[in-house]
Every structure is written in C-alpha cells, then in structure tokens.
C-alpha cells in the first residue's frame, strides 16, 4: 500500500570509504511520506554513516539521493536542513543557556525593525509546541525543563525548519517511559501530517512499537527491509546479527562461592550513598539493581575509592584496608569499568593498545615501563579473547564502535588480574552481539573464580547471572534476593516496595 | 617507530628548510661556516646558540602543554636563576655551586607551580600567572634591583665558551632535550602524562596519580627554565631581573605550537617543539639579516608566524591530502575526492 506512493526521500546505491576500509557498499534506502522507518545494526554497521551521507555531513563515495523525486546533493547539515531533512541528535545540540523560543527561532528570529521581537517570537513559539501536545513557557530558559522536553524542542526545530523528513538518532537513550511516550506522541502527530520520520536505536521493543517499516544493516551492506507488521523480534535480531542468539537464561546452579575476599562493614558516605555492609565472596557476581540514581553507580564508585567512603571499613582477605583513591584500589587488585564509557572510561587519543595497558602500566609505575615484547602479548591475548574488531591496535581508541570500546576497557582491567572486578553498567550503549560477549565474559570470569559486582539498568541481564542481587532504593540497599528469588519481577517488587519487603 | 618520528616532525623540518633558504637569500653567506680561535663561527651556528634559551623552555613548555596545561612564568624563572646564579658567585661561590643553586631555585619555582596545579586546582593560567608577575619581583629583590654583574671564568663559560669548538648553550639544549625525550620515552612517563593531557578523569580512574605527574611536569619545567636563565645571565655577564628572559614564555609556547603540540594537551612531541624554537630563531636570523628596519621586526615576525601557523592548520592540512590523493592512483583515495557520479562498481574491485 505504502509502496504505490510516491517515496519522500530515496538513497540509492550509496557508498562510503574510510581510508581503506568499506563503511557503506550500495546501500539503498527509500522513505516514504506518514511512515516510521527504523534504521537498525550493530554498531559499527552503519546506521550514523548512512545518517551523514544522507545530511551531507560526510561527502558520500558514490550514489544518488532523491527528494520528492528530485536529485539532490547537500554540502552539509545546513543544506539538507533547508532543503527539508532535519536531524536530531541523542544528545540535544542545543543551547541550554538560551530560552527555549531562542532556540526553536534561532538563525531566524521573528525581527521588528532590525531588532528581535521577543513577543512575537513567544508566542510563535508557544503556538508551535501547542502543536505537540506541549504546553510550557517558551520564554523561559531551555536548561530548566527535562530532557524529554529539549528533545522535543529540538524535534520542534528540525520540523519547523525542514518539514520533509526527520532523522532521529537515538532519541531515546536519556528517556524514561514517561518521556518516551511522550516522544512517540509527538512522532505520530508528524507521521499523521505526512512526514517521513527516520528512527535509529538500539531498543528494539520501542522500534516495533512505534515504526511501520525497518532496514536493517550490517557490515555497511543492507541486509533487508521488513515490514515490521510480518515479522517477529527474533527475525530482526536474526538479520542484525546473521546468528541465533540464544535466550539469555538463568544456569540452574552455579558454582559454589568461595572465600571470603572484601567484606564492608557500615561502608558509606554521606550524600552518596547510605551505610551498607557487603561481603564478597570468590567465584560470585553480586548484582547491583535499582533505578537512576538510586545508588548503583554510587555503590561502585566509594567501594572502587572514587569517591573515598567517610564512614565505615573495609577488609581485604581479614586484613583491614583503606579504599581512598582508584590507585590504592588497583593496587589492592579491584577494578572498575565505569559507567560514562565517554568520560570516565577511554583515553580517546591513545591507541587501542596504551589504553589496553594504561592500569597496568600505572600499577607498575612510570620508572619500569612494561617491555615492548610483553604489551604485544598481554594486548594480542586480549583482542583474540574478546573478540575486539579492530584495523589495528595503534589506532586511537575513540574510533572504534561502543562495544570495542567497552571490551577494550574490560581488557584494561583483566590485564591487571584482577580479584574483584566492579562493572558499572557494562552493556550500556553497545550492540546486541557484543552484549551476549560481555554477558557470557562475565560468567566466565565468575567460574574461574573472580569476585564481580554488577551494576546494571536490564534486570533479564542480573538475572542471567548474578549469583546475589542487592537491590537498591533513594541510596540505600533495601533487600538482597539469592538464589530462586532472583527473578525480575521480584526485583521490580523490592524496588517498587522499597523497605516494606526488606 | 623512527619512521613514524620522522612523519611527525616532517612539516617542521620543512617549514625549518625553507625559513633557512630565506636567510640564504637575503644573506647569501647564510650557510658558510669557519673554524677560528677554536669555535666555530657562522650565522647557522648563531641561528643555534641563540635559540638555546627558547629551545630550552620549549622542552618543559612542552610536557606542561601536553597535560593541558600551560606555564607562564618560565621567563621569570629564568630572571629568579640568573639571579641567584649571580648572587652565589659575587658572593665569592664558584660556578658549579652558582649552577645547582640556580636549579635548585628553578625546581623550587617548579614546585610552586606544581602544587598550585595539582593539588590545589588552580587553573595553570593563573596559577602560573602568579608566579610570572611576583617572579619578577623576587629576582629583583635579589639582585637588590640593579643589574648584578659578574666575572667569574666558569660560569661565564656556561653562556659564551665552546665545547669542542660548539657553543656551550647549544651543547646545554641538545644534551637536556636529548635527556628529557629519553627519560620521558625510555619510562611510561610520555604515556601517563599524554594519557592525563587527553582524559584526567579517566586517567585516574585507571590508576594513574595523575598529581604526581603534573607536579612532575611543571618541575621539569622549571628546571628547563632555570639552565636557560644561568645562560642568558652568563652570556651577557650579568644578571638583569628586569628584562632576562622578558615575554620569553610566548616564544617558548609558538615553538610548541609550530611544532604541532595541542594545547588542548595530549600526544606531543618534544623534537618537533625544539624544531619550532629553531624555526623562531631562524625567523629572527632573517629579519635581523635582512637589514629591514628593527620597527619592522615585530610585524615582520608576527606575519612569518601567521603564515606558519595557517600551513599548518587542519583545514590546509586537509587540503593538501586530497591535492595529493588525487595526484595519487590509489583507487580508495581517488575515490575520496572522485566526481561521485563516478561508475562505483566498475572501479571497485
């Protein structure tokens, strides 16, 4: 039915080198006016690649682009934004110092005899969220409303200044359901005028919800495009992934936890997270569960010495220790993958091989460098186990994909051997395939006899492999679920209870 | 590992090339060296021995840099050394006692620096700004506000005698950027400091004490300016609080910046900053032999340095790899700038 209109946007045969390598190779795409159309992969497959051919943002290799079934070839954002693509990114790029109607009017502000008139301009502005179910006072700073909002906003813009099609690229990621109802509200009243919205994310429950049609990419080749109505979760997993993945289920009996290796006595600080005592036996994986901010990431951060506790003790093996700083803490053989990969995590402009061996190297100290002969070998080992895809180890790091990134931190740390390891969020942000790696790592690193602690957002995940799970609730830990009690709805109840169930 | 070296400082080596053939051009005996009175003697030789104090800073300025941090008090340092290096030898001390003396004062400085960066937080723009204005001060205070002159045979030495008919400074600046890549290159040093240059949060994450390292930088920074202080002081016989080493600091940054250092900090290179204060000595060679008028020297200087630096920007850079990808008939590269209505599938293989 939808393919006797005429399409809005049609990519044809489109191609893009790097430097040697192949990112995209004939890709095909074609939008059509009113549909939802997900753009989904791996990382690494190709979606952003496509997105900034598309935009002009990268100067495409080979291929046409047609809008409304004339060719077109934009220099930049900026000339296919007036030629009628918008784009909106995950993290909203706009100005959050500004007033919203700023924002929604800038580089095109109503003017009154060469000045901008403000009152105009607001009320423009509110006419025009109105139009999204959002009724909130333009005039006051974007900074003062909620991620959700901005997002809209941002929408708002890339409509007002496009109109044709829009590009979402993980709109979703920074969401809670709330917002992304929201979202998709605002989605279909576009589509019900005619729009042709492209969406790209690695939720796939939210792209059956919302999308009508869906390309799948992998290794810069389309693999199919489906429409979502004949086809099932697993037949677009399938088609991401080219394999089967296998229900992540619960083992029946792992092994039997061993000794006694870090036990927390009244452990805590104060604004961060409440007093908690913990002890960590070998060969478990304690998982972390909660909502935002209620103390996962906390709990990682003052055991690992990020933040150093202000009350309470420590004990490593019977012997008391004090966590104050990451150094002293890798020194005592803890690790931790943090959260913000971004930030916190990868040293960009090293290569893959210095920031595979940056904790080692740090543990051994500046005056006894590791030979070269013994980086090659501990950062050949690690590639090969954990499967990390890259051209070449010396490349710097912030060009690989989010999973790379991810196992390259795990690497990091496996190459210090680690007794405890903290893992904080730890499939956040990467692919389906390189998901099961890292879950599969995990269980790995358990039976051959690590202390884990894992932190995490996907309960089906904790409960895959988390030998204890602590849930936590408002920064405290309300109850610990073991065994036969660790499924997710009983973690949702203890997070949704909070201490009535502890 | 020499190969890649090599590419690094290529434009410096090219920028250096010609800046040198300007100099054969306005003073065709650019080039010409002799061996007299057991020195060598030519405006190559100057071009050296001159830019030793310059070369020197760009060592530490370089480190300092590459953690994102920047320090401007290396001038004043080199006034509070020269200082002190006079201050010891009048006062009847000899000259290796004046040297240590000078260093020890440098590191002091450097440590100052230091902690105001590393543990207390200051910005390095500022906190090394306290030390550029009071630094000044305190030289005076110890050269009692005149120019304190002196004629002691081995520090002079370190600033005007020769080594094996070289002139010492150049001996001086080769032997510590020798050093200094060594150390920082031999150890994990350059790792750790371009790792904390590139993302200090995660660096400490991942272990690093990042403090020690940034401590560590600013004192090598002011070691590097303390020998450059003894030499000026040497060179003209006399400690001037007032104008040793006076707005030097900016000439040590250009050379860091010429020579392709971030100051966003990172991944650095310490022979490409000494390239890039020899590029700024050569620059000085060629108005000087010029015979232009001296008010023209500062224009003069600034536009030879625009040009530089516009060579050298990402967008020329850029520029000049697709001027060469398309000379070239590598088939991904031609496909880089190809027409795009190219036949893609013919000429993929």
């Known amino acids: 039915m939808t393919e006797t209109r005429k399409p809005a946007l049609r990519a044809t045969a489109i191609d893009k080198f790097f430097a040697g390598a192949i990112a995209l190779d004939q890709v095909d795409l074609t939008l059509y006016p009113g549909e939802v159309h997900a753009l989904l992969g791996e990382n690494g497959a190709g979606k952003s690649t496509l997105i900034k051919c598309i935009t002009g943002a990268y100067h495409r290799d080979g291929g046409t682009i047609e809008l409304d079934g004339s060719p077109i070839d934009p220099r930049g954002p900026v000339e296919s934004q007036a030629l009628g693509i918008g784009t909106v990114y995950q993290e909203v790029n706009l100005l959050e110092n500004m007033t919203v109607a700023d924002n929604l009017f800038l580089g095109w502000q109503p003017m009154r005899a060469g000045m901008v008139d403000r009152r105009r301009m607001n009320r423009r502005a509110a006419e025009i969220l109105a139009g999204y179910g959002l009724h909130i006072d333009p005039s006051l700073l974007l900074s003062s409303y909620s991620i959700a909002i901005q997002q809209v906003v941002a929408i708002a813009r890339a409509v007002e200044l496009s109109g044709k099609v829009l590009i979402l690229d993980e709109p979703t990621a920074s969401l809670d359901r709330e917002e992304i109802d929201l979202l998709f509200s605002v989605v279909r009243e576009l589509t019900a005028r005619g729009m042709a919205v492209v969406f790209i994310t690695h939720f796939l429950d939210q792209v059956f919800e919302i999308s009508d049609r869906a390309t799948v990419l992998r290794n810069g080749r389309v693999v199919g495009t489906r429409k979502l109505a004949d086809v099932t979760q697993g037949d677009i997993v399938e088609l991401m992934l080219g394999r089967h993945l296998e229900a992540t289920k619960r083992k029946s009996q792992q092994t039997e936890p061993g000794d006694a290796i870090l036990s927390l006595k009244d452990f805590g600080k104060r604004g961060m997270i409440d007093p908690f005592d913990l002890d960590l036996r070998q060969g478990e994986v304690v998982g972390l569960a909660g909502l935002l901010g209620s103390g996962r990431t906390e709990t990682c951060k003052v055991i690992f010495g990020v933040v150093s506790a202000d009350r309470g003790s420590a004990q490593l093996r019977g012997t008391p220790v004090r966590l104050s700083s990451p150094r002293t803490a890798l020194e005592h053989r803890l690790g931790l993958c943090p959260e913000d990969r971004k930030t916190d995590g990868i040293v960009g402009d090293l290569s893959v091989r210095e920031n595979i061996i940056l904790s080692l190297q740090a543990r051994q100290g500046w005056t006894r460098p590791l030979s070269r002969s013994r980086i090659n070998a501990i950062v050949d080992e690690y590639v090969k186990a954990l499967d990390i895809r890259l051209a070449s180890p010396d490349m710097p790091i912030r060009l690989l994909s989010g999973g790379n990134q991810q196992k390259a931190l795990l690497a990091r740390w496996l190459a210090t051997e680690p007794d405890i390891l903290i893992l904080d969020e730890p499939t956040r942000g990467i692919d389906v395939g390189a998901h099961a790696e890292i879950i599969q790592l995990i269980e790995r690193l358990c039976a051959q006899g690590m202390a884990l602690i894992v932190a995490s957002s996907e309960m089906e995940e904790l409960v895959a492999y988390s030998t204890r799970v602590i849930v936590l609730r408002d920064r405290r830990q309300v109850r610990e679920l073991q065994g036969d009690e660790i499924t997710t709805d009983r973690i949702v109840k203890s997070i949704s209870q909070g201490e009535s169930a502890a | ?349």
């Open chain 2, 1 to 349: 590992m020499i190969g890649a070296t090599f590419r690094r400082i290529t434009p410096q080596l090219i920028i250096l090339g010609i800046v040198l053939l300007l100099n054969f051009l306005v003073f065709p005996g650019f080039f010409s060296i002799e061996f007299q009175n057991g020195r060598l003697f030519g405006n190559l030789i100057d071009v050296l021995n001159r830019g030793a104090p310059v070369a020197l800073l760009s060592i530490g300025m370089t480190l300092v840099i590459a953690t994102k941090g920047i320090d401007l008090s290396v001038g004043a340092v080199m006034a509070i050394a020269g200082a002190v290096a006079a201050s010891v030898v009048t006062g009847g001390g000899g000259w290796f006692t004046a040297l240590i003396a000078a260093l020890a004062a440098g590191l002091l400085c450097g440590l100052w620096n230091g902690v105001l960066v590393a543990f207390l937080r200051v910005q390095p723009i500022v906190a090394t700004l306290v030390l550029m204005v009071a630094g000044r001060g305190v030289a005076q205070l110890i050269t009692e506000g005149k120019i304190m002159t002196f004629l002691n045979e081995g520090l002079i030495f370190l600033g005007a005698g020769t080594i094996l008919g070289l002139p010492t400074p150049i001996i001086i600046w080769l032997a510590m950027g020798t050093l200094v890549t060594f150390v920082v290159r031999r150890t994990a040093l350059g790792m750790l400091i371009e790792a904390i240059g590139i993302n200090e949060t995660a660096s400490r994450l991942a272990g690093i004490n990042s403090r020690v390292l940034l401590l560590a930088v600013y004192l090598i920074s002011g070691v590097c300016a303390a020998t450059a202080g003894v030499i000026v002081a040497a060179d003209i016989k006399g400690a001037d609080a007032n104008n040793a080493g006076l707005w030097m600091e900016l000439d040590a940054i250009l050379a860091v910046v010429i020579g392709g250092n971030s100051l966003l900090g990172g991944r650095f290179s310490i022979v490409a900053s000494l390239l890039g204060a020899l590029i700024i000595q050569s620059v000085n060679s060629v108005i000087l032999l010029s015979g232009m008028p001296p008010e023209f020297n500062l224009v003069i200087k600034a536009l030879i340095i625009i040009v530089i630096l516009v060579i050298q920007s990402p967008t020329v850079k850029h520029a000049l790899y697709l001027l060469r990808a398309s000379a070239g008939s590598a088939v991904p590269e031609a496909h880089a700038v190809g027409p795009r209505n190219s036949p893609a599938k013919e000429t993929r293989s």
